[in-house]
């Protein structure tokens, strides 16, 4: 099974502000990776797959980029409405599709 | 535009039974795989299960493979999942939600399973 680890836990940043969160797969998933964010009480929404592709309208701020073991996920200028969860999940290697344990990023 | 909607969650007493439904409409559901993902209270989320378009082939994740089971009904747009002995560690939201190239594209807004005495 693929773990994913993502870091940091928590992410504290101001509107405007770059954020940077990394996943971390135990072995390569080639660029077999997504991103995607939930906010309280609603479902998870697609943001990125395939390490660097933005889902259907999904702003230009989103990027993905990495590739084997090491991924980021980059919001280039926070907006309010992106403090939320993130979290990674890959397809290289299923059963079982596995998740990264989240990121929080929250307002500072 | 495309929906899915859950229902059938509840409280149940553990080695009790439950069938969720995930009801969809706004796309061609009988094109399209489509996954159970499940979040235990303020925890991460877990793939559960994955059924092809057609219904023959299925896949479960370990934790759940024997007691749960994915079917669809295509002429009904709605997929199920039949879940049985159910454990406290099953307490859940979950999700149903369509497969983008083993990735999660449209997800419903999930139903809670709690699995208490």
């Known amino acids: 099974e693929v773990v994913l680890t993502q870091s940091p836990a928590t992410l504290s940043l101001s509107p405007g502000e770059r954020a940077t969160l990394s996943c971390r797969a135990s072995?390569?998933?080639?660029?077999?990776l997504a991103w995607y964010q939930q906010k309280p009480g609603q479902a998870p929404r697609l943001l990125i797959y395939?390490?660097?592709n933005r889902a259907t309208d999904i702003p230009a701020r989103f990027s993905g980029s990495g590739s084997g073991t090491d991924f980021t996920l980059t919001i280039s200028s926070l907006e309010p409405e992106d403090f939320a969860v993130y979290f990674c999940q890959q397809r290289s290697s299923w059963p079982p599709l596995t998740f990264g344990g989240g990121t929080k990023v929250e307002i500072k | 535009q495309v929906l899915l909607v859950e229902s059938g969650g509840g409280v149940v007493q553990p080695g009790r039974s439950l069938r969720l439904s995930c009801a969809a409409s706004g796309f061609t559901f009988s094109r399209y795989a489509m996954h159970w993902v499940r979040q235990a209270p303020g925890k991460g989320l877990e793939w559960v299960a994955f059924?092809?378009?057609?219904?023959?082939?299925?896949y479960y994740a370990d934790s759940v493979k024997g007691r749960f089971t994915i079917s669809r009904d295509n002429s009904k747009n709605t997929m199920f999942l039949q879940m049985d002995s159910l454990r406290a560690e099953d307490t859940a939201v979950y999700f149903c939600?369509?497969?983008?190239?083993?990735?999660?594209?449209?997800w419903g807004q999930g139903t809670l399973v709690t699995v208490s005495s």
């Open positions: 059924i092809w378009s057609d219904g023959s082939n299925k």
């Open positions: 939600a369509s497969h983008k190239g083993y990735y999660f594209e449209y």
């Open positions: 072995q390569s998933v080639s660029t077999y």
């Open positions: 395939d390490a660097s």
